[in-house]
């Protein structure tokens, strides 16, 4: 798991799994069980710094690269991807596109807070008729003769959106017909409505909520980048986001394989413990290989972002495998568990429902195999 890391890459690692074994794991059916967000948790992440990783140091982040950061994520998520995906929907949406678009004012304004953990950050995309067709969204901008606008509109399924520490939520919007632009709304704006917490099959200790904008003032230091270039910015943000649902989508498949393994060690039947059954040792061995081969393909996609590469076709190459991955493996880990793994409080009945969503969320596999044929040259308008 370690090969061709580097030290601090390693260190890392461990760091992370040793708090989510130690902080997380103790309280994730708990928190599960009730719905409940991870506030004490998310602080402590922000202690340590890992909730602003690849935010650069000058702004208040670690100023880590982009495999450090889906290294700390898929630990995360090894253990729980209800904090994971708070992590990684507050950094890679909430927090890096004012790190790639923002002016210095932006910056200096909301980062080193979103960096620390202060507050959390969100991001406003898909809307209840605009999800895999994002190009499609409604909420407006009316530009105000002062400079300012004025929002009107609703989002859905939107990570991070109303806990008691987000502040602001990067959002897409209209400014003229079929002209796409960003802006930076803070929480605390009048106006910004953060509709009741949706109840989920899975991640359920992450907090995801509709959102509406009624009659909401922005200034005009709220536009996040030129107007008009919202489209191909929400494009570069979901790019690098994917790599990080890839880690989590690569962590539960982990965390699920480490499960079933040992289970599989402790659990006998006919005299011997399932290990001792040629079937169950291939059915590990596959799961082993698989998460083994999606690993080297995650870290790929990252270490081509790093370099400056074009990496949008390996990145939904990864996000596609990782999640069909997370599902096949919590699916064979839990019927290895027997009837154990039906029961509400084993932990892989928890992995086996946080699954299906990597399906979904960051882009169907649809939307991946699109982006897909579109970089191989099997695409025609």
């Given at each position: 798991?370690?090969?061709?890391?580097?030290?601090?890459?390693?260190?890392?690692?461990?760091?992370?799994?040793?708090?989510?074994?130690?902080?997380?794991?103790?309280?994730?059916?708990?928190?599960?069980?009730?719905?409940?967000?991870?506030?004490?948790?998310?602080?402590?992440?922000?202690?340590?710094?890992?909730?602003?990783?690849?935010?650069?140091?000058?702004?208040?982040?670690?100023?880590?690269?982009?495999?450090?950061?889906?290294?700390?994520?898929?630990?995360?998520?090894?253990?729980?991807?209800?904090?994971?995906?708070?992590?990684?929907?507050?950094?890679?949406?909430?927090?890096?596109?004012?790190?790639?678009?923002?002016?210095?004012?932006?910056?200096?304004?909301?980062?080193?807070?979103?960096?620390?953990?202060?507050?959390?950050?969100?991001?406003?995309?898909?809307?209840?008729?605009?999800?895999?067709?994002?190009g499609?969204?409604?909420?407006?901008?009316?530009?105000?003769?002062?400079?300012?606008?004025?929002?009107?509109?609703?989002?859905?399924?939107?990570?991070?959106?109303?806990?008691?520490?987000?502040?602001c939520?990067?959002i897409?919007?209209?400014?003229?017909?079929?002209?796409i632009?960003?802006?930076?709304?803070?929480?605390?704006?009048?106006?910004?409505?953060?509709?009741?917490?949706?109840?989920?099959i899975?991640?359920?200790?992450?907090?995801?909520?509709?959102?509406?904008?009624?009659?909401?003032?922005?200034?005009?230091?709220?536009?996040?980048?030129?107007?008009?270039?919202?489209?191909?910015?929400?494009?570069?943000?979901?790019?690098?986001?994917?790599?990080?649902?890839?880690?989590?989508?690569?962590?539960?498949?982990?965390?699920?394989?480490e499960l079933?393994?040992?289970?599989?060690?402790?659990?006998?039947?006919?005299?011997?413990?399932?290990?001792?059954?040629?079937?169950v040792?291939?059915?590990?061995a596959?799961?082993?290989?698989?998460?083994a081969?999606?690993?080297?393909?995650?870290?790929?996609?990252?270490?081509?972002?790093?370099?400056?590469?074009?990496?949008?076709?390996?990145?939904?190459?990864?996000?596609?495998?990782?999640?069909?991955?997370?599902?096949?493996?919590?699916?064979?880990?839990?019927?290895?568990?027997?009837?154990?793994?039906?029961?509400?409080?084993?932990?892989?009945a928890?992995?086996?429902r946080?699954?299906?969503?990597?399906?979904?969320?960051?882009?169907?596999?649809?939307v991946?195999?699109?982006?897909?044929?579109?970089?191989?040259?099997?695409?025609?308008?």
């Amino acid at each position: 798991m370690n090969a061709e890391l580097t030290e601090q890459q390693v260190l890392l690692r461990r760091t992370v799994r040793e708090f989510a074994e130690g902080e997380i794991a103790p309280v994730a059916e708990a928190l599960d069980r009730d719905s409940r967000f991870p506030y004490e948790i998310v602080a402590k992440l922000g202690e340590l710094g890992l909730m602003g990783m690849p935010v650069p140091e000058e702004l208040g982040g670690a100023g880590l690269d982009t495999l450090s950061y889906a290294i700390a994520i898929e630990e995360l998520a090894r253990v729980d991807s209800s904090v994971a995906i708070t992590v990684a929907a507050h950094t890679s949406l909430g927090t890096m596109p004012i790190v790639m678009f923002g002016d210095d004012a932006q910056k200096a304004r909301w980062v080193p807070r979103l960096a620390s953990g202060q507050m959390l950050g969100a991001f406003g995309l898909t809307e209840p008729d605009a999800g895999s067709d994002a190009g499609a969204t409604r909420t407006r901008a009316a530009a105000q003769p002062d400079g300012g606008w004025v929002i009107d509109g609703s989002k859905m399924f939107i990570t991070n959106a109303g806990t008691d520490i987000t502040g602001c939520c990067a959002i897409t919007a209209l400014t003229a017909p079929g002209e796409i632009t960003n802006f930076i709304v803070p929480a605390d704006a009048p106006g910004y409505v953060a509709g009741p917490p949706l109840h989920k099959i899975g991640w359920r200790a992450s907090d995801t909520r509709p959102l509406t904008f009624d009659d909401l003032h922005l200034g005009a230091d709220a536009m996040l980048g030129p107007r008009g270039l919202g489209f191909h910015q929400f494009l570069t943000v979901l790019d690098g986001g994917r790599i990080s649902v890839g880690a989590i989508g690569l962590g539960l498949a982990q965390g699920a394989f480490e499960l079933a393994l040992q289970h599989a060690r402790q659990r006998r039947q006919f005299g011997k413990a399932l290990v001792g059954f040629q079937v169950v040792q291939f059915q590990l061995a596959e799961m082993a290989t698989e998460i083994a081969s999606a690993r080297s393909l995650l870290y790929l996609a990252a270490r081509m972002k790093d370099g400056g590469d074009r990496f949008t076709k390996t990145a939904a190459m990864a996000k596609l495998v990782t999640g069909r991955l997370a599902q096949t493996v919590a699916e064979r880990a839990l019927h290895l568990h027997g009837g154990y793994g039906w029961i509400e409080e084993s932990p892989i009945a928890r992995f086996y429902r946080d699954a299906k969503i990597l399906d979904i969320g960051e882009g169907t596999v649809e939307v991946q195999k699109m982006v897909i044929a579109r970089a191989i040259g099997a695409y025609e308008e």
